[in-house]
């Protein structure tokens, strides 16, 4: 199973973005899903995450109060809504998906606790 992140483009300083994940393969059981970002010339970095049958959300510093992760659990599609955008969020944003129940011990920052990965897609901000 393949995620596809979509929703990426352009966007003004001040502006805000909608992002969209979903499966490309059949429905798959999921403990966690997470955004990360991977500013250019830098690591890739957390930004936000959903346990999925709680519906509890956590954000990185750098996003929250400006953040809303959300998840359509019929549809297995993930969503990420950034608002206020700043130049600083220019990145290729990932979506990713915990189904072995990883996170749970690496926390839910870290890479290497999901093992399903959409490709990417691109946010430029504009000042």
């Known amino acids: 199973v393949q995620l596809q992140a979509s929703g990426g483009g352009l966007v003004q300083a001040g502006g805000s973005l909608r992002l969209s994940c979903a499966p490309s393969?059949?429905?798959?059981?999921?403990?966690?899903m997470g955004w990360f970002r991977q500013p250019p010339g830098k690591e890739r970095e957390f930004v936000g995450g959903?346990?999925?049958?709680?519906?509890?959300?956590k954000y990185a510093d750098s996003v929250k109060g400006r953040s809303t992760i959300s998840r359509d659990g019929a549809k297995n599609t993930l969503s990420l809504q950034v608002n206020s955008l700043e130049p600083e969020d220019t990145a290729v944003y990932y979506c990713?998906?915990?189904?072995?129940?990883?996170?749970?011990?690496?926390?839910?920052?870290?890479?290497?606790?999901?093992?399903?990965w959409g490709q990417g897609t691109l946010v430029t901000v504009s000042s």
């Open positions: 393969g059949p429905a798959f059981g999921t403990y966690r």
């Open positions: 959903i346990t999925w049958r709680t519906g509890s959300t």
């Open positions: 990713a998906a915990d189904t072995r129940g990883r996170t749970s011990e690496t926390g839910w920052a870290l890479v290497h606790g999901y093992d399903q």
